[in-house]
Structure formats: structure tokens, C-alpha cells
């Protein structure tokens, strides 16, 4: 409720993008959580439940640097509505799948809807105050794992009566509706700055290359573990049911929700690179806890501290839009959200083979990932005074 009344704090325009987010991902989170297990139904193995992963992370790392280069173009509000209509169809095609391999057109479709995060992150950073940006985006993309702690709770209780398949038709219920709540948006159209920009613009600094490379092994670290491979552990080494993993899976998220809204509020005030290494450091803990853990009650605590390993991306976004303030939307987003993209890509294909091997080395290199980025962000990572262009507010 804190978090929701936060949300209220915003904008207009930016309450509406949280709530549509909200119930986006709420339409998710009914089976993301089982996802991994639906894939294993139409008798994947961890390998090709890894490949099915990378082929989607793959195609939104794609449509990255184009999906900036039209939010140079075209109005930010279009493209953010655009984004969320291409998920419609997707649920009816997971439904209708009948083996693993069916499932890759509907993924793929799904990721290539992502090519307006540069949009949404400007049009975040357009609208937010200057003075605590990195709160206005934990704010807003909080409402992603807002949306998922409590949907898997109800797709447990739907599991109770409803197979994996059936929850795909509740999905498409709320992405058509998450859809229509973006429609009075006001116009966003593009600066003079971001209509000249070259196509690619690509970053300079020492600053700039750090984040870069933070957010790359941040992507890589999440989805070495999940959220394919820790539904899997839960089901292989707890004997958990589908309904009981989806409970796990609101955990994890109320985590995320939790440390976005906190680091966003800590890193608007504190050094932001010492704060994101301390908040890794948790999440490094509750990797390797994931694993060391006798009894799926003792998994609760350290699965929602691994909830919070988005958050610090979120801040590294936060910095980047103060940092390159003047530059295009494609030259602020783009090239980072790719680098991103691929880390996911990289990270789901890795887990499945770590996956298939040895159980337990997913949470362990996971860990260990972590902590490498704890460092990264200590010694790499500090507040950049703003750059300021009096011509750019057009």
C-alpha cells in the first residue's frame, strides 16, 4: 500500500504508465512463475528451456537500438501503446501449443513488443523531477514487481482448478486492459535534439562504460537463475506443486517492489555506488541461501532478498538520464538496453547448461556474479553532476 501510495505521488501521465505496467505485469506474473514447468509439460529439457529463453531475450535485444531510433522519430505515447497491443495475441499462442518448440513464435513476438523501453525510460525522464530521478523510475518501475507479487498468489489459487494452459486466457484479459489505460496519455513527440541525432550514438565515458558493462552482468546474473531455473529447483529438490511455486514466485517479487522503491529512495540522497554495492550484497546472500537451504520455509527469506536484484539497474537508468541530459532518446537508451538484452540472452543460455549439469551451480555462479558487480559498483559507479542544455527544452 506504501508503495502504491507513492504512485500516486506522480504525475498524471505517470501514474497512468504505473498502473497500465501494474496490470501488465500482473498478467504475467499469473504464469511466469510456471512458465519454465508449462515448457517441461510439452516435454522440454533444462537445455531447450534455456533455448526457448535466449531465442526471446535474443529478439528484444534487437529490437533495442531500432526501438530507440523511433522514439527519436515518433511520439513517445504511440510507441508505448504499440508496445503493449503487440502482447495481445500472444497468450493464444502459448495456448495452443502443443509442443516446446511451438511456443518460440509467440516468445519472440512477446520480446520484440519490449522495443519501447526506450520510449517508456524517456518518457520517465522527461516527466520526472530532476531532483529525484532515480525515484521517479524505482517508482514507476516498481510497478512491474508490484504487479507480480500478487498475481502469482492468484494463479496459485487458479492452479487449484485450472491446468498451466488455461492461465494464458487470463493474461490476455488484463494485457488488453493494461493496453486501453495508456490511451490518454498526452503526446510526447520528439526534441529537435532527438530528430537530428545520428542513428547510434555510443557512450564515452569512463562512467557511461562502467554502467555498460554493470548492466550487462546484472542481466546475465538475474537469468542465470531465474526465473526459468529456480521454478525448476523449487519443483526437482522441494517437490513443490505448481500452485506452491507460484507462491514462491510473489515472494520474489515483493522483494523486487520492496528494494526498487527503497535503493531508488537511498541512491536519490546517498552515493549511489556504494549503495547499489550493498544492496548486491544481499541479493549475492540470498543466492547462495537459495541453495544451502534444508526446508522450502527457510527458502522465503533468501528468495525475496534474489528479488531484489533488478533494483540497481533501475538506479544505473536513473544516473544515465541525468548524465546524458542533451542527448537523444536513442543515444541515452538504446545502446545500453541492447548491452542489457544480451546479458539476458547470454544468462539464460549459461543456466541451462549449468541447470542440466549440476542443480546448485546456477545459484552458486549467480552468487558469485553478484558479488563481482558489488565491486563494479563501488569502485565504478558515483553521482555525475547533470549536464545542463538550455537549447534541449523544446
Same mark, same amino acid.
Given at each position: 500500500m506504501s508503495i502504491l501510495s507513492f504512485g500516486r505521488s506522480l504525475p498524471r501521465d505517470l501514474r497512468l504508465l504505473f498502473f497500465s505496467l501494474f496490470l501488465w505485469t500482473f498478467g504475467l506474473g499469473i504464469y511466469n512463475y510456471v512458465w519454465s514447468l508449462y515448457l517441461t509439460q510439452l516435454n522440454a529439457s533444462p537445455e531447450q528451456v534455456g533455448l526457448v529463453s535466449s531465442i526471446g531475450f535474443l529478439a528484444a535485444a534487437l529490437s533495442m537500438i531500432p526501438g530507440a531510433i523511433l522514439a527519436n522519430k515518433y511520439d513517445n505515447r504511440t510507441l508505448l501503446i504499440i508496445g503493449w497491443a503487440m502482447s495481445i495475441p500472444v497468450p493464444v499462442l502459448y495456448y495452443f501449443s502443443n509442443t516446446w518448440s511451438d511456443v518460440i513464435p509467440g516468445i519472440i513476438i512477446f520480446q520484440l513488443s519490449a522495443f519501447n523501453? !526506450? *520510449?517508456?525510460? =524517456?518518457? @520517465?525522464? $522527461?516527466?520526472?523531477? !530532476?531532483?529525484? +530521478? &532515480? &525515484?521517479?523510475?524505482?517508482?514507476?518501475?516498481?510497478? =512491474? /514487481?508490484?504487479?507480480?507479487?500478487?498475481? /502469482?498468489?492468484?494463479g496459485s489459487l487458479l492452479l487449484l482448478r485450472l491446468s498451466i494452459r488455461d492461465l494464458f486466457w487470463v493474461s490476455l484479459v488484463l494485457w488488453t486492459i493494461s493496453t486501453v489505460i495508456l490511451? /490518454?496519455?498526452?503526446? $510526447?513527440?520528439?526534441?529537435?535534439?532527438?530528430?537530428? *541525432? !545520428? #542513428?547510434?550514438?555510443?557512450?564515452? &565515458?569512463? $562512467?557511461?562504460?562502467? @554502467?555498460?558493462?554493470?548492466?550487462f552482468g546484472a542481466a546475465l546474473a538475474i537469468s542465470v537463475t531465474s526465473p526459468s531455473y529456480l521454478p525448476l529447483f523449487l519443483k526437482d529438490h522441494f517437490g513443490l506443486s505448481d500452485a506452491q511455486i507460484q507462491l514462491f514466485g510473489s515472494v520474489q517479487s515483493l522483494g523486487s517492489a520492496v528494494f526498487a522503491i527503497l535503493l531508488g529512495r537511498w541512491a536519490a540522497t546517498r552515493n549511489p555506488g556504494s549503495t547499489i554495492a550493498k544492496e548486491i550484497l544481499l541479493v549475492a546472500g540470498g543466492a547462495l541461501g537459495i541453495f544451502l537451504a534444508g526446508s522450502p520455509f527457510l527458502v522465503v527469506p533468501v528468495v525475496f532478498l534474489l528479488g531484489g536484484a533488478r533494483a540497481p539497474s533501475l538506479v544505473a537508468y536513473s544516473?544515465?538520464?541525468? +548524465?546524458? $541530459?542533451?542527448?537523444?532518446?536513442?543515444?541515452?537508451w538504446g545502446f545500453y538496453l541492447t548491452f542489457e538484452q544480451l546479458g539476458f540472452v547470454v544468462g539464460a543460455f549459461i543456466g541451462g547448461l549449468l541447470y542440466a549439469g549440476q542443480h546448485a551451480s546456477v545459484f552458486i555462479t549467480a552468487s558469485f556474479l553478484f %558479488? %563481482?558487480? *558489488?565491486?563494479?559498483?563501488? #569502485?565504478?559507479?558515483?553521482r555525475v553532476p547533470k549536464v545542463t542544455h538550455a537549447t534541449n527544452r523544446t
Open positions: 523501453t !526506450p *520510449a517508456m525510460n =524517456a518518457f @520517465i525522464g $522527461q516527466l520526472g523531477d !530532476p531532483r529525484k +530521478m &532515480s &525515484s521517479a523510475f524505482g517508482s514507476v518501475w516498481a510497478a =512491474a /514487481p508490484l504487479g507480480l507479487v500478487l498475481s /502469482p498468489a492468484i490511451v /490518454p496519455l498526452k503526446r $510526447q513527440p520528439p526534441r529537435d535534439v532527438d530528430s537530428k *541525432a !545520428p #542513428l547510434l550514438e555510443l557512450p564515452r &565515458s569512463r $562512467q557511461e562504460l562502467t @554502467i555498460l558493462v554493470f548492466l544516473l544515465l538520464s541525468d +548524465m546524458r $541530459q542533451g542527448k537523444s532518446r536513442a543515444g541515452q %558479488v %563481482v558487480l *558489488a565491486a563494479l559498483a563501488l #569502485l565504478g559507479i558515483r
